[in-house]
């Protein structure tokens, strides 16, 4: 039943982003992320978008896939509208009773919103085009550098790529454990909390019991197939940059570039577009 | 306590995935104290209709009589069924986790709320019945040998003293002697005990040398329903379905087709021997 | 040349309390000894507990003799430098297809013993291509592993351990969780590795139809060995095998039954054609 569930939620097909070294999509979603936090003004947004949108339409991933992380935040991001909507003091819009909506208020709403948004699909689909593996290669490889502070970091990737192939196999065992031990009278759904945890055990000692087990064997597997650590060596799919990397490195840096820039200017722009008392004043 | 199964039908998937009909439309009827094997291909739904029998899943559509009694009924305590079908599930011995092999075997009754004398009592027959020693009773099952494991989870089963027993290969691992033992063991709950008895397996020969009915399923469907020798006549279909002959009855097609005229229904070794001295003196 | 020497193992293993203080000692492996020559197909039979996985592990230094010495290619097996050239001489496949596979695809799960011989990116990928066409897993090799069945795995594992291009390959129960589609997709790949490209084989097992073809058997019982020779040779033996636990094949019991019976059926029979060949000859 659970043969078949895939960690992250790759979606399998061949695209420039698909295909772009994992290195350059960590430090690109990690930069993009953090322009979305340090600038919060509309023109940084909507170039923010602009690039996204531009990935989007590279990425040959059905939108529905790219939003569907949306989904899980919806209540945060509901949560924060409101809040920001009635509890952020300014111009007064609108007033009735204790409720008042500033206009402030609004645009804190629109802008977080616009955020949360970026952020969710930026990451989504940094996880939808590449696969838990190469994502273990690219963390291991730009990591290395802490190397010198004696930091476990191949360790630390063969650990993740294992659980990663582990957690399939693991899930269908607990699935069978259930049933047996339901097939001996257990019951895991009481209502009482001592006896809930209590009714675990049967589920927890056996699954921890063929987890051991199988960490023993698998690690008498790799010792018989010659591993003895990461010194020395080679890998079937080496990380190399090619010319897209490069290519896509230099549109992250002018992304940079441009985002500081307007991040910067941002209040001459609007002094220079919104004569006083414009009704546009209430956008930036 | 017949067992009815009456259009099982079984349908694996979300809206999502792609659906696959494990069980499909699958008939019949055991009668009290039978030796059932239940033979097939990996995949072929064995093991869902196994956990379909004993309640463990509900059907798609269909549903099962047990002593006469709609186990999928709404009114039904569906709990109370695992007193009366005892399911071994493979490599059964993975659901140990108490610290001596007797509070193991103890966990079914006393969840099927029996008092603590009671509960004794079962266990204690239990694993009489499995035929381990009393030092081994306060061992942990932790330290036991694979086959001695495997007798605690079946013990663990039998505590419960189901009337209807179904096992998902049971010898799976084991050597030849403990392969033997085991389905010895099951011969004898059948005949002795007079429980009903459910057996997966992948081994012709031991299915034909024990069980008095074969189930054939293929793709989800109940394809042949039949006694051994008569099973057994089905060569091609058997052979489409990914299953063999036993091996003494492919010996007594080829013997025949050498010229000697020697009936080919012979399944077992015994009869086998005895075809060919009949023939031949 | 002998391409494994083992002369004279012991291998004990303390079992201790719960304190640490020393309950008793096993013996798993007793004074065993044996050669095997390369390009030889061996079959070690045994039941279960009567050592033969223990030393298995013997074959490429997992475990260490407590006495005795194991030789892989006229290597010590307790040489600690020659370990990483021992172990790529004599691989290893182990009982559990589950356990024994690192790689969340079918070609980087075989490039890991490649990759941790340090070999250059371009020769492990054919290595990887060559070994799963050698065990006819080729048009897998893009897939997860969680999406094959018993069979395949362990003819992935198999290849993972070609790809290091072994000469000897001790595969340790490796079809006691397969079915027997599974079991029989192994031993002809198995058979075809020996006789297509003279590996030697070590094939540890209690099924004895897998043990039919091989030039030898070493049947263990109670950590030593009790009976070898060929399988002609060990199933004529019927009794005696009971004894150890084991069963010979159905035919040969035929055989046997009907030769006890007072036909002239000659002493060993493995095969359904000897079998009627024999028969005819009545």
């Known amino acids: 039943m659970f043969k078949e569930v895939s960690l992250g939620q790759y979606y399998q097909a061949d695209s420039v982003i698909h295909r772009l070294d994992p290195r350059v999509k960590l430090v690109g979603t990690l930069l993009y992320m953090i322009s979305l936090f340090v600038f919060n003004n509309i023109f940084c947004y909507a170039v923010a978008a ?101 930091a476990p970091v191949h360790e630390v990737a063969l650990m993740m790529s294992i659980a990663l192939r ?5 899930s269908e065992e607990t699935d069978k454990i259930v049933k047996a031990q339901t097939a001996r009278g257990a019951k895991f759904d009481s209502k009482k909390l001592i006896e809930r945890v209590k009714s675990l055990i049967p589920l927890i000692v056996p699954l921890f019991v063929s987890a051991f087990r199988r960490a023993s064997d698998l690690a008498l597997a790799m010792e018989a197939r010659g591993y003895h650590g990461g010194e020395g060596r080679t890998k079937l799919y080496p990380l190399k940059y090619e010319g897209r990397d490069f290519v896509s490195y230099i549109i992250l840096a002018l992304y940079v570039a441009v985002i500081v820039f307007l991040g910067i200017m941002s209040a001459r722009i609007v002094a220079f577009l919104t004569p006083e008392n414009s009704y546009l004043t209430l956008f930036f | ?41 990996t995949g072929s739904g064995k093991s869902t209709l196994l956990m379909l029998l004993s309640g463990l899943i509900k059907p798609t559509s269909g549903t099962v009589y047990i002593d006469g009694e709609d186990i999928f009924a709404k009114d039904f305590d569906l709990h109370s069924i695992h007193g009366k079908v005892g399911i071994v599930f493979q490599y059964p011995e993975n659901q140990l986790f108490e610290e001596t092999v007797f509070k ?20 204690y027959e239990a694993l009489k019945l499995v035929g381990l020693e009393d030092e081994v009773f306060y061992q942990s099952p932790f330290d036991l040998s694979g086959g001695q494991k495997r007798r605690v989870a079946i013990a663990g089963i039998l505590s419960m003293k189901p009337k209807i027993l179904v096992l998902d290969e049971p010898t799976a691992g084991l050597d030849p002697a403990g392969r033997k033992e085991i389905l010895d063991l099951v011969k004898n709950l059948c005949r002795e005990k007079g429980m009903t008895v459910i057996l997966v397996s992948h081994s012709m020969d031991d299915v034909a040398e024990y069980v008095d009915r074969i189930l054939v399923m293929n793709d989800g469907r109940l394809e042949i329903d039949a006694v051994p020798k008569e099973a057994f006549k089905h060569k091609e279909e058997l052979e489409g379905f990914g299953l063999a002959l036993p091996q003494v009855t492919q010996a007594m097609i080829k013997i025949k087709e050498i010229g000697i005229p020697v009936r080919t229904d012979a399944i077992t070794v015994e009869e086998a021997a005895n075809e060919i001295m009949r023939v031949l003196y | 040349m002998k391409i494994i020497k083992a002369e004279k193992v012991t291998f004990e293993y303390i079992r201790r309390d719960e304190e640490g203080n020393v309950e008793g000692i096993n013996r798993a492996v007793d004074n065993v000894s044996l050669d095997v020559k390369e390009g030889d197909f061996i079959s070690i039979l045994g ?99 969680n999406s094959l069945s018993g069979g395949q795995k362990q003819r992935v594992s198999i290849a993972g351990v070609l790809a290091m291009h072994p000469k000897c390959i001790v ?14 997709e192994v031993i002809r790949a198995l058979r075809a590795l020996n006789e297509v490209e003279g590996i030697t084989i070590i094939l540890i097992t209690h099924y004895m139809e897998e043990t039919v073809y091989s030039d030898k058997i070493f049947v263990m019982h109670k950590g030593s060995i009790a009976m070898e020779g060929t399988p002609r040779e060990v199933f004529s033996r019927v009794d005696e095998l009971k004894e150890y636990k084991l069963e010979v094949p159905q035919i040969t019991l035929l055989a046997h039954t009907l030769r006890q019976r007072g036909l002239r059926i000659p002493e060993c029979v493995l095969t359904v054609k000897e079998l009627t060949d024999a028969i005819k000859n009545c």
């Not at chain 1, 582990?166 to 693991?170: A, D, E, H, Q, Y």
């Not at chain 3, 490649?114 to 291509?129: C, S």
């Not at chain 3, 595969?171 to 029989?184: S, V, W």
Request: charged residues 20%; neutral net charge; proline residues 5%.
């Open chain 3, 171 to 184: 595969l340790d129960e490796p079809t006691a969780m397969l079915d027997p589609t599974g079991r029989k």
């Open chain 1, 50 to 150: 602009l690039l996204l949108a531009s990935v989007m339409m590279l990425c040959k991933v059905p939108v529905g896939y790219m939003f569907k992380g949306l989904r899980a935040v919806l209540f945060i991001m509901l949560f924060t509208v409101v809040f920001n909507v009635f509890f952020t003091t300014g111009d007064i819009l609108f007033e009735f009773g204790i409720i008042h909506i500033s206009k402030e208020g609004i645009k804190m709403a629109v802008l977080m919103l616009v955020r949360l948004t970026l952020l969710i699909v930026s990451a989504s689909i940094m996880t939808l085009t590449t696969t838990p593996n190469r994502l273990t290669d690219g963390l291991e490889k730009l990591f290395r550098p802490l190397k010198l502070f004696k």
């Open chain 2, 104 to 123: 193991d075997v103890c966990f079914g009754p006393k969840n099927m709320g029996l008092d603590k004398k009671e509960t004794e009592l079962c266990a």
């Open chain 3, 47 to 145: 039941a279960n507990g009567s050592g033969k996985s223990t030393f298995a592990k013997h074959l490429n230094s997992i475990l260490l003799p407590t006495e005795g010495t194991v030789w892989v290619d006229g290597m010590d097996t307790k040489d600690e430098e020659k370990i990483n050239k021992i172990r790529q001489t004599a691989g290893m496949v182990f009982q559990n297809p589950d356990n024994q596979i690192i790689g969340q695809v079918v070609d980087e799960d075989v490039a890991f013993g490649p990759e941790n011989m340090g070999i250059p990116t371009e020769e492990i990928k054919e290595r990887v291509e060559e070994a799963l066409k050698t065990v006819g897993m080729y048009e897998f090799i893009k897939r997860s592993p």
């Open chain 2, 1 to 41: 306590m017949p067992i009815i199964a009456d259009g099982l039908t079984y349908v694996y998937g979300s809206k999502t995935k792609a659906k696959t009909t494990a069980v499909d439309n699958v008939t019949f009827k055991i009668n009290d104290g039978q030796f059932i094997g239940l033979i097939g291909h």
């Open chain 1, 166 to 170: 582990f957690i399939p196999i693991l």
